[in-house]
């Protein structure tokens, strides 16, 4: 008698689409005819002969145990929290909300062995406006009001909400994403629900290197997972979030009495590198907030994406003043639990734990976490990884200078000259 091994079609359907496989390859892969790996994926649990199942994991190159675990995280591609652009396929909406999905099963692992922070966010009426939802999260996550968030994803963490910073290039699918392949990804970040009651909030980043796309974009995802829990599918959601990042950032009632009588490019720097958000965003959440009129907010946005930067060849709008005044925020709470749970600080390190899930997927969940604090913390560089459990700015501002991670600081008015000449 030949041993049969359950295994769930969930799981199977997972596994092929996280590969990047279509089922016709799995069918090819695996010598079958027909309708049998649909059927397979559509089944709850299906009992395969030993070998059988064993060559099904090694085509997907996922663990066995992983086909024989029950699913725990639900997630429909529909239910993803981003408006995907026209060009999105519907096999890519599937990657993503699958990708989300895995992520969610492994928290759950995480969570059962040491568990997570609780998530404290607030539960907003449908009719709550952007400012009001901005003031009830910045309470709810314990920041006062009227100050700048100096590490927004930290904030997040610590209220419950799990980010993840994905790799630009998947080990676990081995395809290039959006480095070459733009037209795939057009958006920066997606969120959703995951966990076996939906309950843990998730953001999921492209591997941004902006520290203020980085920042916003948290911020638009929180706008989602508070405002548009039942989906976003219009534009003016879209807006919605992007308001609600603006205002979350930088408060227009705190930010009022700081903007200058007659606003400039060159005297908004300071502002923006005080409350970390990016002078695109600051410009037009100014113009929303009523504090300039259409006029200027006009002229300046001109400037901005017209003028180029002469440090990078880009216009000012891609580049901005200050873009490389900070350090870029990365997540901590996937690594940090995985060190508290299997004291391990890479991938790598987990392979004697014999997880259900395939190494390099693992090393894509933990791709972009900010690596665990050094221990002797002999410079105050504020790279990332050194900084202890609160980060800081990296940078002061600098009215009329800007102040470079790498130590320079650049005079702003020099740039303007060069500009000019
Ligand atoms: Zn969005």
Redesign the pocket.
Known sequence: MTTRIEMYGARVRQARILRRMTGKAVLAEMGWRGARQTRLEQAEVTALDADTAARLAEVLRFPLEFFTTPPVSRVAAASLL??APKATSATEKEYLAQFAVAVGDFLEELNVRSQLPPVKLPALDRRTGVAAAARAARARMGMDADVPIPYLTYELERAGVAVVMRARRTKSSGELNWASDGAREKHLGYSTRVGEYGDRPLIVLRALDSWERIRWTVA?ELG?LLLHADG?NSKDQ?EE?SRFASELLAPAAAVAEEVPKVVSLHNLVPLKLKWGISLGALLRHLSESGLIDSHRYDMLRRQLYTRINPATGHTWGRTEPGWDARVPEQPRLLAKWVERCFHATSAAMLAPRRLIWPADLLEDFLAGQRPAPSTTPSDNSSIAGTNQRRPALSAAAVPGTIALARGNVVDFDRFRNERRA
């Open positions: 981003f408006r638009h989602h976003v879209e979030a």
